[in-house]
């Protein structure tokens, strides 16, 4: 009589439709937005106060010639220093007050008092740069000798010493 035939086809559309409604389940927005923000994160990326940063910073620091200075160039301060006692100790006696420099700034002569070169190389040695110019105020160009000539005088001085010790 064909029921039974009908019944198997309404039970076989049923059955189709079930399946549909289970596929539906596999893409649940809810499932797929709980797993977004499970990724690990780097907890420092794009933090300013990252170690990393600071320590690329300091490494810089060494080469941009504002750091203290080389083992080498507070050598050369010191020979400087220990100089301008001599100087000081030969010229003093002779009227010299001090040395006169060329500038590299302006291109002009500076003047500058033993006491005054004494404090200008030592801040040199403490901070690594020298100190903005300040020459002497209203210096006679009389009382002031280059570095050239204060070494040549001291040399001088030296050889005669000796001459007089060979003697
Ligand atoms: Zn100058």
Redesign the pocket.
Known sequence: MGVPGQGRAVGAGGTADRDDRRGGTHTDPGDYRGGVHEEPIDPFAGDPADPANELAELDEAEDDGTGPLSTAEREDVLEDLADLEVYQALLTPVGVRGLVIE?E??H?P?YFDWDLLRGNLRHLIDSGRPRG?EPAYDPDPDHYVTWEYARGYADGVHDALADNADE
């Open positions: 500038c700034d302006c002009e500076h110019h």
